[in-house]
């Protein structure tokens, strides 16, 4: 359970700095680069002296590990702007409400169980998202509003899946930290050269505060992805029950801050939102 308990603290740290980048107008790109190259650097640091660096090119899920890159450096912006324009109870509950993505896999990839009140759990969820996503203001509840949320769910649920996935069919328990770092790395890389063409066509001027930011941000990210592969290694809890406790944790948490520190005001539909995602979580778990 410790393993959880940090990847819940992290998690929700997450959100709380993408909303400090906005008050402080901060670039959310160069910060999410300079993120993944710090979260790279402290994983490979940190990870076993069982395999060297060199090695990881030869592993089965270097492959996984590319594609997720591409995969992180994308949804980590757009939550970063569902941040800021939903504000973080809306980010929170459209990232960790995508658990149902991995949970349907995993009825079918891993032979998990499933019921009638697991799929009930799963139409609340999807109903919870949707409410969570209106604020006040024609603007924000447009479609084009509206997409970050529904894009993020999506682009996270299949990151969760994907993790799974690479943890049960390919990672011992000591390349937990590789994997995580190799990640960072890819999402880094990609990250650089996306800002270099930004750079070359003048519209991206370098920030240095950025750096401190990017740092901090880097390592709370490497932490929350080292410890949900450490939980969903737990022998006696199906991944289902773990993304559950994860993140209903994740939204309160969250929620809770974006209203106590940021003066996120929600309307009754997004604590009727809330409350369903709440719901759901404990729906799905208790399937």
Known sequence: MIFLSLSVLASTLIFVVFKLLQKLRIDN???????????SVF????????????????????????????????????MAYTSQINGIAVASVATKMSLIIPVIL????????????????????????????????????SITNLGWPITLFIGSGIIDSAIKYYQFNHLQDFEYGYFSASIFMFAGIFG?????????????????????????????????IYFLLKALNSPETES????????????????????????????????VGIALAIAAIFIIQLA
């Open 29 to 39: 790109l160069q910060a999410i680069v300079i993120n993944y190259i710090a979260a």
């Open 240 to 271: 289902a029950t773990i993304f559950s406790i994860n993140n209903v944790a994740i939204v309160l948490f969250s929620s809770l801050i974006g209203l106590f520190f940021f003066n996120e005001r929600l309307l009754k539909k997004n604590w």
């Open 192 to 224: 650089i050269a996306f800002f270099s063409m930004q750079r070359l066509k003048g519209r991206a001027k370098f920030n240095p505060k950025s750096i401190p930011f990017g740092i901090i941000l880097g390592v709370i990210n490497f932490g929350s």
């Open 43 to 78: 994983g490979f640091t940190l990870a076993s002296s069982e395999l060297e660096f060199i090695d990881i090119f030869q592993k089965q899920w270097i492959w996984g590990s590319l594609i997720l890159g591409a995969l992180f450096i994308t949804i980590f912006n757009v």
């Open 106 to 141: 995993g009825l079918f990839l891993y032979q998990e169980n499933t019921t009638l009140l697991k799929f009930i759990g799963v139409g609340i969820a999807l109903t919870s998202v949707y409410l969570t996503s209106f604020k006040k203001g024609n603007a924000t509840n």
